[in-house]
């Protein structure tokens, strides 16, 4: 296994998947389905000066390690999340999406994908876009890979490396980057899930009301609430988080207008 390879298989891949042998998208998950690699992305055109934002808001605003850069060998660039535990497809994509809210809300979705995610209506798998970038093959001489933060603005009207990038100088991007750890992950999803899953979405959206509601349903939802709460509170006060991640926990616990 390569010293880039390696690396790989240290931030994004699950602890069972082998970065040296599967360009299969079964290679990004567990047996149970989760993924460590969250990726963000830009593209037709790709956008360095919308996507910096996120490069550094994500740190100097969320408190949380640097993402790694990336120029997908086709039409746009990306950032990539190390997740320290796997979690669920639909818990990284929620959590992107959360981030695509706060950061990148005036860009067109077509524009943006959140990776990986299984291919819809059997069209070509959004897997491709990250293996590209993991496999480091060229797609008609234009090649995926990592690159340097500073660099990225010089990619934005060419998203690819016209020559195979180094290995070694791959291992190197990627060598001093770290995961979110999963008390970070957790605390932001907590704060984003609600926006992105509003109850009986799908009723209000068809016309007919929504179903009476049980008992059994308003108490688990009750019991979530409120072990949400408490992971918020535990967040809030944890001396060793830091400060810009105890300070979204503090907001999430605030009432929102008219409550109380």
């Known amino acids: 296994m390569s010293r880039f390879a390696s690396e790989f298989r240290r931030l994004y891949l699950p602890a069972a998947a082998d970065a040296a042998s599967s360009a299969t998208p079964d290679a990004w998950v567990d047996e149970q389905g989760r993924v460590r690699a969250a990726v963000l992305q830009v593209a037709r055109p790709g956008d360095w000066q919308a996507l910096s934002a996120v490069w550094r808001g994500v740190q100097a605003e969320l408190g949380l390690p640097e993402p790694a850069v990336a120029v997908n060998g086709r039409d746009g660039l990306q ?55 993991r496999r480091q093959q060229p797609r008609d001489d234009c090649w995926a890979a990592f690159i340097a933060p500073d660099l990225a603005a010089v990619f934005a009207d060419t998203p690819w490396l016209d020559l195979p990038p180094s290995v070694e100088g791959q291992a190197d991007l990627l060598a001093g980057l770290r995961s979110i750890p999963h008390a970070a992950f957790e605390a932001l999803l907590a704060e984003w899930t609600p926006a992105d899953a509003p109850a009986n979405a799908d009723a209000g959206a068809a016309g007919s009301p929504p179903p009476a509601p049980s008992p059994a349903p308003s108490s688990e939802a009750a019991d979530a609430a409120a072990q949400a709460r408490r992971f918020l509170l535990g967040v809030m006060h944890d001396e060793a988080a830091p400060l810009a991640l105890r300070l979204e926990a503090a907001r999430a616990l605030l009432p929102g207008p008219g409550a109380g």
């Open 79 to 133: 950032l990539w999340f190390s997740l320290a535990r796997p979690v669920p497809v639909a818990q990284a994509q929620t959590w992107l999406d959360g981030l695509r809210r706060r950061y990148l809300a005036e860009l067109p979705l077509a524009r943006l994908g959140l990776l990986p995610r299984p291919a819809a209506g059997g069209g070509a798998p959004a897997w491709e876009l990250a293996e590209a970038v």
